[in-house]
């Protein structure tokens, strides 16, 4: 297993990296299938018997078969041959969850292909579709990635055996997309922390049992529109609306201290479980519509809402401690 893994893994080094490939003869593959194989005995049995008995029908079937399959040996290569592989540019996930990879297959030819799947490189998972003459089809695969970061698109793999099944004919592409892969948040996250006194403030905090930064308030008769938190109330089915003097003395700040996870800057398991709380309060934060800002290890991003903002905090948190890290930094 570790001289195919060997093999394997010399093989895709060999291939350039691209989201789109037209298939030709320089990277298509065939091979006789076990079924195929099993063809070729019976022809070589057959042409024995007709030598050995004079038996001119013999020959007239032994050819007639041989010609059949070196019909579907070149029906099976122009299959594949000539489509265009074009990957959709995957979106972001959660550590744990299913990556979905768009892959849309183009034809030019006048007539239909059938019988071609796509996997990813080294699993038994097929997807199945047929391309219509000069027309297109979609083609959805999944992996799971367990860490987070940014990870490159599996190797692809696509093959047909259409239409006899004696000859297998494959070909194998390493796209150069990549996939920001999320840390999973935490299941049952604690409370959010409470808001800290904005610069110049002299407020006291009072930490908050509710899960609720105290940045908002029950709705009161003559509120402002612009203040009620409509993300809350479509959720929630009650009325919200944010404090504005709170919102004027407190800030809240989303930070690995305020995780109460120890060595979490040390890295390892602790790092990762303060990653994840963090990752949950973001998304606990978002639900509510409230501005917050994200404190890491050496930068900051500065407090503000929508999901422009979350998807900057998830990526933070995905890339820290990993090369090209990039975040948008803020002052406190």
């Not at 919200?240 to 004027?248: G, I, K, W």
Request: aromatic letters at 8%; proline letters at 7%; a positive charge.
């Amino acid at each position: 297993m570790r001289w195919r893994a060997r093999l394997q893994r010399w093989f895709e080094s060999r291939i350039t990296p691209r989201d789109s490939v037209t298939l030709t003869q320089r990277n298509v593959y065939i091979l006789p299938t076990g079924p195929g194989f099993m063809l070729a005995l019976t022809l070589l049995v057959l042409v024995v018997a007709s030598i050995n008995y004079q038996l001119n029908l013999g020959y007239l079937l032994t050819f007639l078969l041989a010609g059949c399959a070196v019909v579907g040996m070149h029906v099976c290569h122009g299959t594949l041959r000539g489509v265009t592989l074009q990957l959709m540019p995957p979106e972001a996930q959660f550590a744990g969850a299913n990556v979905t990879v768009n892959v849309n297959l183009s034809s030019q030819r006048r007539s239909p292909r059938y019988g071609i799947g796509l996997a990813i490189f080294g699993s038994d998972h097929w997807s199945w579709t047929d391309v219509p003459a000069q027309g297109s089809a979609k083609v959805q695969l999944a992996f799971k990635p367990q860490r987070r970061g940014l990870h490159r698109v599996p190797t692809l793999t696509a093959e047909t055996r259409f239409p006899l099944g004696t000859f297998r004919v494959w070909t194998v592409w390493r796209p150069s997309a990549q996939v920001l892969v999320y840390p999973a948040p935490e299941p049952h996250p604690p409370p959010l922390p409470p808001g800290e006194p904005r610069a110049g403030g002299t407020a006291t905090v009072q930490r908050q049992s509710t899960g609720e930064f105290d940045g908002i308030r029950a709705y009161q008769r003559g509120d402002p529109l612009k203040l009620i938190v409509w993300k809350k109330a479509a959720k929630a089915d009650e009325l919200v609306s944010r404090d504005a003097q709170q919102v004027q003395r407190f800030e809240l700040w989303l930070d690995m201290a305020h995780t109460g996870i120890a060595a979490a800057t040390l890295g390892g398991a602790a790092l990762e479980q303060a990653l994840s709380r963090l990752c949950a309060w973001v998304l606990a934060a978002d639900k509510q519509g409230l501005h917050y800002g994200l404190r890491l290890m050496g930068f900051a991003i500065a407090p503000a809402s929508g999901e422009a903002h979350r998807r900057n905090c998830l990526q933070a948190l995905a890339l820290l401690g990993q090369t090209g890290q990039t975040a948008t930094s803020g002052a406190n």
